[in-house]
């Protein structure tokens, strides 16, 4: 073996190295930025649920509440459409913005339901959550045709959901419901292996890869949002 082998054989280890050593940092940031995101969330929602002149601005002023939404959405678009453009502390002030919005328009459920009842669907969400997130990672299966497929079903329900609003059908309410567990419980095992794969691949811990880091909370982050929200739905006791 000569000298350019050797040196190659060298690198390759070194490489190695770098990537078991970049990719449990990566991930435990992925769970630690996801987690964070929850808590600003569930504060938020508790602080404005009892903060009854915030809370009735908002459920009032239908231009605050679609101003709300709308900026909602612009800010998860341009996390995910501009990762690679905007810098690693953009991305988080804009992660952490648009979950403080989040817990401002979920303080509702606080109106609607018993405390009670959204602790027990928050302890019921997280352990599904874990169940399918560990089943996503540690599967040797390819979940890619999965993911697809429940993408596709995904846009199934928000069209229904739409058309729910003018039909105003408790019973097609609850069927969106059950399919909308059945979606995100899939798509949190399917994101899950999606993230590791990703992640994997990066070379270090740099900040491009915690960027990636960052997109992949806010997807774990929205699976979990969706899937308590689905799941408030029926059981959630309004009482």
Same mark, same amino acid.
């Given at each position: 073996?000569?000298?350019n082998e050797?040196?190659?054989?060298?690198?390759?280890?070194?490489r190695?190295l770098?990537m078991?050593?970049?990719?449990?940092?990566?991930?435990?940031?992925?769970?630690?930025w996801?987690? /964070?995101?929850?808590? &600003?969330t $569930? #504060?938020?929602?508790?602080?404005?649920? =009892?903060?009854?002149?915030i809370?009735?601005? %908002?459920?009032?002023?239908?231009?605050?509440?679609?101003?709300?939404?709308?900026?909602?959405?612009?800010?998860?678009?341009?996390?995910?459409?501009?990762?690679?453009?905007?810098?690693?502390?953009?991305?988080?002030?804009?992660?952490?913005?648009?979950?403080?919005?989040?817990?401002?328009m979920?303080?509702?459920?606080?109106?609607?339901?018993?405390e009670?009842?959204?602790a027990?669907?928050?302890?019921?969400?997280a352990?599904?959550?874990?169940v399918?997130?560990?089943?996503?990672?540690t599967?040797k299966?390819?979940l890619t045709?999965?993911?697809k497929? /429940?993408?596709?079903? &995904?846009? $199934? #329900?928000i069209?229904?959901?739409?058309? =729910?609003?003018?039909?105003?059908?408790?019973? %097609?309410?609850?069927i969106?419901?059950?399919?909308?567990?059945?979606?995100?419980?899939?798509?949190?095992?399917?994101?899950?292996?999606?993230?590791?794969?990703?992640?994997?691949?990066?070379?270090?811990?740099g900040?491009?890869?915690q960027?990636?880091a960052?997109?992949?909370?806010l997807?774990?982050?929205?699976?979990f949002?969706?899937?308590?929200i689905?799941?408030?739905?029926?059981?959630?006791?309004?009482?």
């Open positions: 073996m000569n000298y050797l040196n190659f054989d060298a690198m390759s280890r070194e190695e770098s078991s050593a970049a990719f449990p940092v990566l991930m435990r940031k992925v769970y630690v996801m987690t /964070l995101a929850l808590v &600003l $569930g #504060i938020t929602a508790y602080g404005v649920a =009892n903060t009854p002149g809370r009735e601005t %908002l459920m009032t002023n239908t231009f605050l509440y679609w101003g709300l939404i709308i900026a909602e959405f612009g800010l998860v678009i341009g996390i995910s459409a501009g990762i690679n453009k905007l810098s690693l502390t953009t991305a988080t002030l804009m992660f952490v913005l648009y979950s403080i919005i989040n817990g401002a979920l303080s509702s459920i606080f109106v609607v339901y018993t009670a009842s959204i027990s669907v928050f302890f019921i969400t352990g599904t959550f874990a399918m997130a560990f089943i996503g990672y599967t299966k390819d045709s999965m993911g497929i /429940l993408f596709m079903a &995904l846009i $199934g #329900i069209i229904a959901t739409i058309v =729910n609003i003018f039909l105003k059908s408790s019973g %097609l309410q609850m969106v419901s059950y399919l909308g567990v059945l979606i995100f419980v899939g798509l949190t095992a399917y994101d899950s292996q999606k993230i590791k794969n990703m992640l994997q691949m990066a070379p270090d811990a900040e491009g890869a960027k990636l960052l997109l992949g909370a997807t774990l982050y929205l699976d949002i969706n899937l308590f689905y799941l408030l739905r029926i059981f959630g006791r309004r009482d």
